[in-house]
């Protein structure tokens, strides 16, 4: 690479030599002995400052050239030719301006979050209204209605996580957690619409307590049982807790309608909805992203299996041990 990006040192080199000994034989009045002296003389003198001026900067050309990101310019060394010096002044004024603007962007980013979150809880008082007015009224239309208010309410849930996702690590609290009241909590909630298609739960709850955040892992099982219960009918649903493996894991099995094999792979995606059913405007293919998202970042794995038209099953799986149960405990 030295020599490809100085090349036209070594032609203008090549070319002065040439002319020289030209010269030489041009004129008769040259020793032609002198001349060759001189060309030897130079080509020596020319690899001498070829060999400095490539041993001088080695090592800051070589990690230049292997830098992936802005923030690496500081760990560069310093350098020591003239140019060389003068770019790596141009690229930390480049260094400073982006991060000039990546903090503009961030206060931007915060304002955003910070505003719509507001909205989100200012958008709950009205809904908690809705909620207690829908549970005075009668008839056939209140489950219709509780149903609609439900899948309003998730969804605005659903905007919530998604704003405070990008900063989760900040937003993380470990402690010891009861599954049992996470579980009836999100199973309650979708009690209108269970009764309205006939489900049912069966909920063994062997292994009690996790160490996680309560916040997100109530998150991750709403999601996860809300699907379960949107794809089936007249039927029940298992939701098991055991130990396997020396690790905590929760399953929620239903008989639903399934996932196609081409599909599964993909349910984890963003925006990605069922192939089977890509005409329902219902599902925004966020629900199982933003719990996977979460999950990962809490040191908990989900599985799926299922096999197309008998039914899915969700696993979640906790480890023993993990980074922030050392730190918890430190």
């Known amino acids: 690479m030295y020599f490809t990006n100085h090349l036209r040192w070594w032609l203008l080199f090549i070319l002065i030599n040439c002319v020289t000994l030209g010269i030489g034989l041009l004129d008769i009045a040259v020793n032609n002995l002198s001349i060759v002296y001189i060309v030897i003389i130079n080509t020596v003198i020319f690899l001498l400052f070829a060999i400095y001026h490539y041993f001088k900067d080695r090592?800051?050309?070589?990690?230049?050239?292997?830098?992936?990101?802005?923030?690496?310019?500081?760990?560069?060394?310093?350098?020591?030719?003239?140019?060389?010096?003068?770019?790596?002044?141009?690229?930390?004024?480049?260094?400073?301006?982006?991060?000039?603007?990546?903090?503009?962007?961030?206060?931007?980013?915060k304002?955003?979050?910070?505003?719509?979150?507001?909205?989100?809880h200012d958008m709950k008082m009205p809904m908690?209204?809705?909620?207690?007015?829908?549970?005075?009224?009668?008839?056939?239309?209140?489950?219709?209605?509780?149903?609609?208010?439900?899948r309003l309410d998730g969804m605005l849930n659903e905007m919530l996580y998604m704003k405070r996702l990008p900063n989760i690590q900040?937003?993380?609290?470990?402690?010891t957690v009861e599954l049992g009241p996470i579980?009836?909590?999100?199973?309650?909630?979708?009690?209108?619409?269970?009764?309205e298609k006939d489900i049912g739960f069966d909920v063994e709850i062997t292994?009690?307590?996790?160490?996680?955040?309560?916040?997100?892992?109530?998150?991750?099982?709403?999601?996860?049982?809300?699907?379960?219960?949107?794809?089936?009918v007249n039927d029940e649903i298992r939701v098991e807790s055991r130990i396997a493996d020396d690790a905590m894991l929760l399953t929620?099995?239903?008989?639903?309608?399934?996932?196609?094999?081409?599909?599964?792979?993909?349910?984890?995606?963003?925006?990605?909805?069922?192939?089977?059913n890509h005409d329902d405007i219902q599902s925004t293919g966020m629900g199982?992203?933003?719990?996977?998202?979460?999950?990962?970042?809490?040191?908990?794995?989900?599985?799926?299996?299922?096999?197309?038209g008998k039914g899915t099953e969700m696993a979640l799986t906790f480890a023993k041990q993990n980074r922030y149960h050392k730190l918890k405990a430190m």
């Not at 908690?128 to 609609?148: A, I």
């Not at 579980?183 to 009764?195: D, E, F, G």
């Not at 292994?207 to 089936?232: G, M, R």
């Not at 809490?298 to 197309?308: G, V």
């Open 59 to 109: 090592n800051y050309v070589k990690e230049l050239m292997k830098m992936e990101d802005v923030e690496d310019i500081e760990g560069l060394p310093v350098p020591r030719l003239v140019f060389n010096r003068a770019l790596h002044e141009r690229l930390m004024e480049v260094k400073k301006s982006h991060n000039t603007r990546m903090d503009a962007e961030s206060v931007k980013t």
């Open 111 to 120: 304002e955003n979050i910070d505003e719509t979150t507001r909205w989100i």
């Open 128 to 150: 908690t209204m809705l909620k207690l007015l829908l549970d005075d009224t009668q008839g056939t239309e209140r489950v219709k209605l509780l149903n609609e208010w439900q």
């Open 170 to 175: 900040n937003d993380l609290y470990f402690e």
């Open 183 to 195: 579980i009836s909590r999100s199973i309650n909630k979708l009690r209108p619409l269970c009764m």
């Open 207 to 232: 292994e009690a307590t996790v160490e996680t955040d309560v916040k997100w892992l109530a998150f991750i099982i709403d999601q996860i049982i809300s699907n379960s219960v949107k794809y089936t």
């Open 252 to 276: 929620v099995k239903d008989h639903g309608r399934g996932i196609r094999p081409e599909d599964l792979p993909r349910i984890f995606e963003a925006g990605f909805t069922s192939t089977s």
């Open 288 to 308: 199982l992203y933003l719990a996977h998202q979460a999950a990962e970042a809490m040191n908990i794995t989900i599985n799926a299996t299922s096999e197309y």
